[in-house]
Nanobody, 128 residues
Framework: QVQLVESGGGLVQPGASLTLSCIVS????????MGWHRQAPGKQRELVAT???????KYVESAKGRFTISRDTAEKTMSLQMNSLQPEDTAVYYC??????????????????????WGQGTLVSIES
């Protein structure tokens, strides 16, 4: 199995900063694109930022200049540094990773499979 666990959410005032972290564990063969998504109350989930295996990043327009996504492939972790937080950033933030998993059968055969893995989410609330 593969697990993604987010941490770092909380309640802060407008203008404050938070850093979210995501740890990937399990029978991982390799990790490719990773990303942070968020879902605000009553709204659809939206992509916030992505980072590819070569370190290329993309951001939703509202996050540009305020959020920074990073990863440590060797440690299987990803972070999202969020500055100048505003009430409209309030949402549950989810970690996502495209991974290849590896399993070995009792007979010694090896299977590699693709998986789009998600964490359970961490709540970020911005209130005065």
């Amino acid at each position: 199995q593969v697990q993604l666990v987010e941490s770092g959410g909380g309640l802060v005032q407008p203008g404050a900063s938070l850093t979210l972290s995501c740890i990937v564990s399990g029978n991982i063969y390799s990790i490719h694109d990773m990303g942070w998504h968020r879902q605000a109350p009553g709204k659809q989930r939206e992509l916030v930022a992505t980072i590819s295996s070569d370190g290329s990043t993309k951001y939703v327009e509202s996050a540009k200049g305020r959020f920074t996504i990073s990863r440590d492939t060797a440690e299987k972790t990803m972070s999202l540094q969020m500055n100048s937080l505003q009430p409209e950033d309030t949402a549950v933030y989810y970690c996502n990773a495209d991974v290849l998993t590896i399993t070995t059968s009792q007979e010694g055969g090896t299977t590699i499979a693709a998986l789009d893995a998600w964490g359970q989410g961490t709540l970020v609330s911005i209130e005065s």
